[in-house]
């Protein structure tokens, strides 16, 4: 039995033909692999159980006991799950991702990135990597790099930082002197103090860094000299720089900014404020003075131009080819704002002049709103600070660099200290226009004080035909641009606010045949008076009388060429500023500065020098008188156009029982007006007296003393005005005889093509040219004249009437802008309150942060939906902006929905930092609400944080 039993076993196991084992089974597949997971399965429950020093030992076990090709098998599989090897990612990505990458580096660690390897030593000697660094300081090459070199413009950098001329503040101020206010001896001690400490800390960073320098590997030679030669050109500047570092102490200060090569021009979005690096301003264009014309021919002209300006379109397309133009925002601008403007402009390059196109008086300009400047406020740190900045954009005054102001601040005294004072404060010349001249800014063609070399500065900036059509009727076209803004803004929306006006201005231009107006534009006027004067005289032979009164017409003009205004003027003819009390010297030519200083050391040439001053002198007074005269007869002639075209033929009509208007609508419209005829002609009559008796000794300001003791006529017109023009509007409408009676006399030939509203118009502008017009005169008479004082107390009279118009104008523009945005708003709430005005509108994008959690470079956003931000003086209207389009229009329509609004005081604003995943955002969180947005442009931010910052800081205060 047990030997059958044996060989029936051998059997099967013959069957299974088994091999090493018998529970392994070879030649059954499916019994083998089913046995093979059972037996992994138990391994893996043990690896589970083991603790990690018994797997590490099993681990390391197994793999000694394994052959090449499975050790081969193991290391590719890590390599597909993980990689395993650091890679060199400018190896890796293409190459302009890694230039990309490497331009976020500052200077310094470029450097240092430069001597990690040879590939990184390629990339970051780029010169699309320094080009931009050198041209934001102004330093450009001499000379145009050969096609295979490369590392020029980093060569360039160094070497002009190297060459640096940097002055400590007490030096400049020893150097280009100070308008700071005198010190106490204690100020004076703690300056010192300060200035010692800081010196300290500079001696300390920089003998640190001379040891760095010294242990640190010096840098590869450039890609055209020899890699084995370490005797390189930058060791050699190297050690002749840590030589002249041993000897001299302002070496040590130009080391340290050497070393400091990342604090370069930056500007942070939350304060609105610039940090430059200490840049001397003589050596901003390089260090290669050699070649001086072709620095000279990079240095362009730039002119900004203010959105207040009427029709400033207009303005901006008569600027010359070749003129860098800006068109700024007057309201809810800032001055770091406009310097930003400035900055992207020039791009780094100095100007060889910079004009300031905007509104203003002969006292002060109306930069922005709420920073009009003038001699009050010119030394306050903003102020001061941005004209400091303003004139380090300008070439030197000995390069041919000046500013010039188009606002008339040559016409009185407190303008030309305020040109005197920007001088010395900025080392440029500023010239302004001398502006003894009254009618539509033509202050601006008129002559200029103290011009530049290279010509009068309307013919430099702009094209003269075009800027004198604007001149003549820059009010008429700001009522039809208001027009083509409204229909033209939706599709030039996306555009840059200079290019669009370039494009109306252009537009505007093209359709008014800008030839054609100034061919006939004197040949017009002298025929609108001569039919004017036919239509008084009723002759029975209208063509000879007409013929008659041009004959006589031309004879005059050509008697009084002289008093023509000149739109170009000689250079050799200025203003020398030589007084701060306000006794300015004219200097014609320049034989007379010459003889000024020969003739100072004997009596006989001071007196000639006085009898020409003083002949000067009253040669200006009796230009500003007589224009003065001429001024005040075409205001006249204005006032009895409305008596005779309108005020009398209404009044017949009610006399003669065919009334077109009722007597109490005709004395509401008429009554004022024509009392203020009768004033004006009396003073006109006054002037005329004075005139044709005019002498050295007389002075106009007894006769606009007794002028102004009278003005309470003008107070009930501008109080009634707004109810004149209700009664005129409403009669229009209710009365169509009276409408038929409008259109037979508006804009007719009589009229001067002007309706009456705008005719009504002419008494709020009136008082603007007597306010220039007087301190023209104070400005040319003597302080021992016997009128001096006359013309002192007339100007603070008028200019305090002045005041009052103004504050009046500005209530109901305030007024109606905020009515406007009501209107516009669904669902917004009473805006209309005391004191509240708009500062700015922005648009923005809402969004939404995925996980707050997570820091804020890692956030991931969203956006939600559009907002319109209302930022008033008070509060903060939040409101959310949505587009509806017209069928078959290529148009749309906007529409403003309510959403929250937030006092001032209670409104906190925090940055939110550029990442990859978010630019150009912030928070704006109030009590209730927060918002989390974000601009399309990084400048609508910097302008609008600037601003918003701004307005919650003075409403703190208040």
Known sequence: ???????????????????????????????????????????????????????????????????????????????????????????????????????????????????????????????????????????????????????????????????????????????????????????????????????????????????????????????????????????????????????????????????????????????????????????????????????????????????????????????????????????????DGLLQLIETALRGRKARSVGIFSDGDSREINLLQGYKIGIENLLRPEVRDFWEKLGSYVATEEEGGHVDLFVPLGASEAGVEVLSQLSQLTGTLFTAPLGIATGSYQHVLSEWLGPPPDGAPPSVYFSESKLQTWAHAADLLEDALKSVRKQLGPFLKELQKGISARMVGQFMFDSMSTEDILNNQDTAQALVDGLGELSKEHSDKPLEFLSNFLLKKSKKSKDFEGNVILTKCDPKETFSLLMKKGNVIEDKSQDTKSSLSKSALNLEGLVKLERRLRRDWAERRSAAVRELLRSERKYVQLLETVRDVYAAPLGAA?????????????????????????????????????????????????????????????????????????????????????????????????????????????????????????????????????????????????????????????????????????????????????????????????????????????????QIRDLTLFLFNDALLVSSRGTSHIPFERISKTTYQFTASVALHRLLIEDIPDSKYVKNAFILQGPKHEWLCATEVEDDKFLWMSILQKAIRSSVEK
């Open 1 to 335: 039995m047990s030997g059958g039993n044996s060989s029936q076993e051998t059997l099967e196991m013959d069957s299974f033909h088994t091999r090493f084992s018998t529970w392994t089974p070879f030649s059954n597949k499916s019994l083998n692999r089913q046995l093979f997971q059972e037996r992994v399965a138990l391994v893996s429950h043990w690896f589970e159980l083991w603790t990690n020093k018994q797997r590490q030992q099993f681990l390391f076990t197994i793999f000694l006991q394994c052959s090449k090709s499975q050790l081969r098998f193991v290391q590719d599989w890590f390599s597909e799950r993980k990689q395993v090897a650091r890679v060199d990612f400018c190896t890796v990505l293409p190459r302009f991702i890694s230039l990309y990458i490497f331009s976020f580096l500052n200077p310094k660690d470029l450097c240092a990135a430069a001597q990690v390897s040879w590939p990184w030593k390629f990339l970051t000697e780029q010169d699309c990597l320094w080009m931009p660094k050198c041209v934001k300081f102004g330093w450009f090459l001499p000379y145009t790099p050969a096609d295979n070199e490369y590392g020029a413009w980093k060569h360039h950098y160094i070497a002009c930082v190297t060459h640096l001329d940097w002055l400590t503040p007490r030096e400049a101020a020893a150097v280009y002197g100070t308008l700071n206010e005198p010190k106490t001896e204690d100020e004076e001690v703690q300056e010192r103090q300060r200035e010692r400490c800081l010196r300290k800390i500079i001696w300390e960073k920089t003998a640190l860094r001379k040891k760095e320098l010294l242990r640190a590997r010096p840098p590869w030679g450039s890609g055209d000299c020899c890699s084995r030669s370490f005797t390189s050109k930058c060791q050699l500047r190297l050690s002749r720089m840590l030589r002249d570092l041993s000897g001299l102490q302002g070496a040590s200060e130009k080391e340290l900014v050497l070393a400091s090569l990342d604090v370069l021009p930056t500007r942070s979005n939350v304060s609105g404020s610039h940090s430059y690096s200490l840049l001397s301003k003589k050596n901003w264009c390089g260090v290669h003075k050699k070649d001086d014309s072709s620095s000279y021919a990079l240095q362009p002209h730039f002119i900004l131009i203010s959105s207040r300006v009427p029709a400033y379109e207009l303005v901006a397309e008569s600027v010359q080819a070749g003129v860098l133009s800006a068109v700024y925002e007057h309201s809810g601008g800032t001055l």
């Open 654 to 862: 009610l006399s003669a029982n065919r009334a077109i208007l009722s007597a109490a609508n005709i004395q509401i419209i008429f009554s004022d007006i024509l009392r203020i005829l009768s004033l004006n002609r009396q003073f006109l009559g006054n002037l005329g007296d004075r005139l044709q008796e005019w002498g050295p000794a007389h002075c106009v300001g007894d006769i606009f003393i007794k002028f102004g003791s009278q003005l309470n006529t003008y107070t009930n017109f501008f109080n009634n005005y707004p109810v004149v023009l209700r009664t005129i509007e409403k009669c229009r409408e209710m009365t169509p005889a009276f409408r038929a009676f409008l259109k037979r006399h508006d804009k007719t030939i009589v009229t001067h093509m002007l309706s009456l509203p705008e005719l009504l118009l002419y008494p709020f502008r009136r008082f603007e040219e007597y306010i220039h017009l007087l301190y023209a005169l104070k400005l040319h008479t003597p302080a021992e004249h016997v009128g001096h004082g006359d013309l002192n107390t007339a100007i603070n009279q008028i200019k305090t009437y002045k005041d009052y118009i103004d504050q009046i104008k500005e209530n109901i523009h305030m007024k109606e802008q905020l009515s406007d945005i009501q209107r516009l708003i669904w669902g917004c709430p009473t805006l209309s309150e005391a004191n509240r005005y708009l500062i700015r509108v922005q648009d923005v994008v809402q969004l939404r942060c995925c996980d707050e959690e997570i820091s804020f470079s890692l956030r991931v956003y969203e």
